[in-house]
Structures are given as structure tokens and as C-alpha cells.
């Protein structure tokens, strides 16, 4: 069965920093494409990186650009985010997603883990 557990959320303050982690079970997680994906408080879900196979290939929505940065660790089978410089706006639940083989989509979300930034 495919399952993405999310860990590193917390409460932190504006220009902080954190770590993401992303632990897959159950499909050949370094040959997928992963993304994160956010949701804010009363918003709608918001894409923020992705990473293609292999750890190649990697894309951020223009907000996060220079702060975040997506990786993966193919041998544990754990994806990452690292998240600098935060922002209030960056508030939000962050979710794993996994995405539809060789098809636009996602098919598997992890449960999210929240990151509060505030003084």
C-alpha cells in the first residue's frame, strides 16, 4: 500500500528555518515525480516544488524561489523540503503529494504537516 507521512511542522518565527520530511512506503518512490504542495488557512491548495526522478529536474512556485529547496534521499526513500527565510504567509499545511505516472495529476497525498510562522 502507498503511503506518504509528512514530519518537521511547527511553530516558528519570521526568518526561521525548518526541514521537511516526506518518508514513502510502497511504490518505487526515485523513479516519481513528488511535489509539495500547501494550503494556507481559508485558501485553496497552493503548488510550491516538485522534483522529478532521480532528484532531477526541479521547479518552485515564484514565491518560494531562493527560500526553499526540494531534495530527495533515494536510499531512504524520503523526500525534503528545506525552507528558509519564512514568512507569515508561509502558514500553511504542507503536503507530500505523489504524481500520475507519465499523466498530469497527483494520486497519492500524505496527511501535511503544519508550519505556523509568528512572533
Known amino acids: 500500500q502507498v503511503h506518504l507521512v509528512e514530519s518537521g511542522g511547527g511553530l516558528v518565527q519570521p526568518g526561521g528555518s525548518l526541514r521537511l520530511s516526506c518518508a514513502a512506503s510502497?511504490?518505487?518512490?526515485?523513479?516519481?515525480?513528488m511535489s509539495w504542495v500547501r494550503q494556507a488557512p481559508g485558501k485553496g491548495l497552493e503548488w510550491v516544488s516538485q522534483q522529478g526522478p532521480g532528484g532531477v529536474s526541479t521547479a518552485y512556485t515564484d514565491s518560494v524561489k531562493g527560500r526553499f529547496t526540494i531534495s530527495r534521499d533515494g536510499a531512504k526513500n524520503t523526500m525534503y523540503l528545506q525552507i528558509n527565510s519564512l514568512k507569515s504567509e508561509d502558514t500553511a499545511a504542507y503536503y507530500c503529494?505523489?504524481?500520475?505516472?507519465?499523466?498530469?495529476?497527483?494520486?497519492?497525498w500524505g496527511q501535511g504537516t503544519l508550519i505556523t510562522v509568528s512572533s
Open positions: 510502497g511504490f518505487a518512490f526515485n523513479s516519481y515525480w
Open positions: 503529494v505523489k504524481h500520475l505516472d507519465r499523466v498530469p495529476g497527483f494520486d497519492v
